[in-house]
C-alpha cells in the first residue's frame, strides 16, 4: 500500500518545485525528502520526478499520483480534525498559521498568549505571508489557517474549497512629519495627496493595490518613491520627512513624536480582516478553539 506521508511529500514538491523546498514546509531536511520520494518509486515501480534546471517536476505518474490522492488526504484530514470533538476532553493539536504582519502583532500574538495557559495542549505555528500567498497555502494544504484582509472592494480569490469567516473592519490613517502642512488637519483626502511622495508595500500586495485604488477613484496616481515591506520601516522615513505611507491601525506600534496619523476622508481607507481554512477542516476543534480566542482579541481591537 502506497504511503500517505509520501503523497503528502510529492504535493510539497510540486507545491514549491524542488526538495529543498518541500523540505522547508514540511520540516524534514532535503535528505529526508530525497529518501521518501525514493521509497514511493520503488512501491510505485516507476520516476515520480524529473529534474529540470535546479528545480524538478512531477512526471506523469507523479502527477496522476498526487492528482488521484488529493482527494484521499482532504478526507483524511477531516477525519482527524474531528476526532477531538468526538472524544471531548481538552482541545489539543498543532495548527499551522499563516498571517499578515500587522494581524501577527495586533491579533495572533495576544491570542497566543492566553492559548498558552487556557489550552496548553494546543500548538501553533506561525508563518508570515501576504494574503494571496497565505490564501493559496492552506487551499493546497500547505498550512492549516489563515488570516487574510482585503482593502475597500478588492476581492480575493477564495477558492471554493476554503471556508471564510469575518473578525472585523481596519482603518488605515496617512503617516506625515509633524512639520507637514497636513499634520494639523483633521481629515485628508486623496486629492490632497497627490503630490506626495510615498513609501508602499511592494507592487502585488494588497496594500499596494488599496492605495494606487484610492487615488484610482480620482483619477491621478501616487508617486511612488519606496518600497519596503516593513511599516517601522514606513515610520522611519516618515519621521525623517522623506515621505508619507498610509499605515493601518492594526498592530501599529506607537509612533514617534515626529510622525502625525491623519485620518483619511475621501475615500475612507477600511479592511476586512477574516480567517480562512479549509472546509474539509471545518470540524476541527483545534481550529476552532483559535478562531475563538482570535474573535475575542478582534472585538476588542477591530470595529465589528
Known sequence: MIDLDHLVTLAAVRRTGSIGGAAAELGFTPSAVSQQVKRLERRVGGSVLDRVGRGVMLTELGRHLVDEGADI???????????????????????????????????VAPALRTLADAAPGLEVTLVEHDPHEAIDLVATGAADAALVHNWGDLPLPFPAHVEVVGLGVDTADVLVHRDHPLAAASGVSALELVDEHWVCPPEGSVCHGWLTHMFDRHGARPDIRHWSWEFASHVGLVAEGVCVSLVPRLGRELLPPEVVAVPVTDPVPTRRVMMTWRRSMAPSPAIGRLHEELDRVAADRLAR
Open 73 to 107: 488526504l482532504a478526507r483524511l484530514a477531516a477525519l482527524e480534525s474531528g476526532l477531538g470533538r468526538v472524544a471531548g476532553g481538552p482541545v489539543a493539536g498543532t495548527v499551522r498559521l499563516v498571517a499578515f504582519s500587522t494581524a501577527v502583532r495586533g491579533l
